[in-house]
């Protein structure tokens, strides 16, 4: 017999959505890590075969250059108000996302609701150039970074960054 939603919901204590959401990665949806780690635990004991959620929950969209550009950072709430801004360096970059460090806002505070992050860059060939993205994590090693996952770029964008990624590809290469 086959493992239902609602028999892992049940298992792990939470709404059968919240087990859909999960199960399916919807990038639109931030559940909290004990959460997440409940339902897949209950989904195992059920029978859920969960091996291609493990495998694949790590795993980058694009591999990622190391790049330093100084960017403008506006965030912005779901609804488009401005929450803050400031500025950031863009540490590394692909086509899905970048990884930020330095961030400073003028509040120095992050919104707990959902936000976009939009990203002016101030230098090199890419200057000029408005990345949006939505903050996927947070990371401390000694120093707080910030991942984001790139939402809907534009043709022209998407190739202004594939050949600034070819170009620092070259450059590491030799």
Do not use: C
Not at 4 to 14: E, K, N, T
């Amino acid at each position: 017999m086959a493992v239902s939603q609602s028999d892992i919901a049940s298992g792990a204590g939470v709404d059968r959505t919240t087990v859909n959401k999960i199960l399916n990665r919807r990038p639109d949806y931030q559940a909290n890590k004990h959460t997440v780690e409940k339902v897949l635990k209950a989904a195992e004991e059920l029978g859920y075969d969960i091996s291609r959620l493990r495998r694949n929950s790590d795993k980058r969209k694009d591999e990622r250059k190391k790049i330093n550009l100084r960017v403008d950072v506006t965030l912005l709430l779901k609804d488009g108000t401005v929450h803050d801004s400031g500025t950031a360096r863009i540490r590394n970059l692909s086509l899905s996302g970048a990884l930020l460090g330095e961030l400073q806002t003028n509040t120095n505070l992050i919104p707990v609701q959902p936000f976009t992050a939009r990203l002016t860059i101030q230098q090199g060939s890419l200057k000029g150039v408005i990345l949006e993205g939505e903050f996927i994590r947070f990371e401390s090693n000694g120093h707080v970074d910030f991942g984001i996952r790139f939402e809907k770029l534009s043709r022209k964008v998407r190739q202004t960054l594939k050949s600034l990624i070819a170009i620092n590809k070259q450059e590491e290469d030799k």
